[in-house]
């Protein structure tokens, strides 16, 4: 399990003051502006950042940095990842999940193997584990409590019971 969560990806500059456009990686985008400091990732270094004003453009997060005074500098970042310590992770309710610990869980049905959650799928009503099996075939299973009898985060393992029909 990571210790960070990664919120955002730098993908470009916006104007010549220094702010940067961030492609959101998070359900709520308006987390950005709770922070006082993220670490930034590129390929070079690891560093914390300290945000001094966040605003929207079109479906990106802009973020001024107060390290970033210019176009120039800007554009170094490109590329970098912005993340967050799990500790600053959005709280959850009872039954709610960060979607990153799901995949990989190992499922079983009354102790037997049945795969690994390999993707998931979101519709309108309840998300939809994508199960690989173990012989190489997929199962969907839908997110619901009649399904999902137990998920343990720490040992990686879930426990299922596949309704008739599924």
């Known amino acids: 399990m990571s210790e960070y969560f990664e919120i955002g990806k730098i993908v470009n500059t916006q ?14 985008i308006k987390r950005f ?5 993220v670490e930034v990732v590129s ?18 997060v802009i973020i001024k940095f107060e390290e970033i005074p210019d176009m120039t500098e800007g554009e170094k970042y490109k590329n970098s990842i ?23 869980l190992e499922v079983f049905e009354e102790s037997e193997k ?19 099996r173990t012989d190489g075939s997929e199962l969907l299973i839908p997110a619901i409590k009649d399904c999902i009898l137990d998920v343990d985060i720490e040992n990686k393992k879930m426990e299922i019971h596949i309704i008739k029909g599924l």
Request: charged letters at 35%; proline letters at 3%.
């Open 33 to 37: 502006e709770k922070l006082k400091e």
């Open 114 to 132: 049945i795969g690994v959650i390999k993707d998931i799928i979101f519709t309108g009503a309840n998300d939809v584990y994508v199960i690989e």
């Open 82 to 104: 912005i993340r967050v310590p799990r500790s600053e992770g959005i709280k959850l309710n009872t039954d709610e999940y960060y979607m990153r610990d799901i995949y990989g």
């Open 43 to 60: 390929r070079k270094k690891t560093e914390i950042l300290t945000i001094e004003k966040v605003w929207y453009n079109k479906k990106f």
């Open 15 to 28: 104007g010549v003051r220094g702010d940067v456009r961030v492609v959101p990686m998070t359900d709520d």
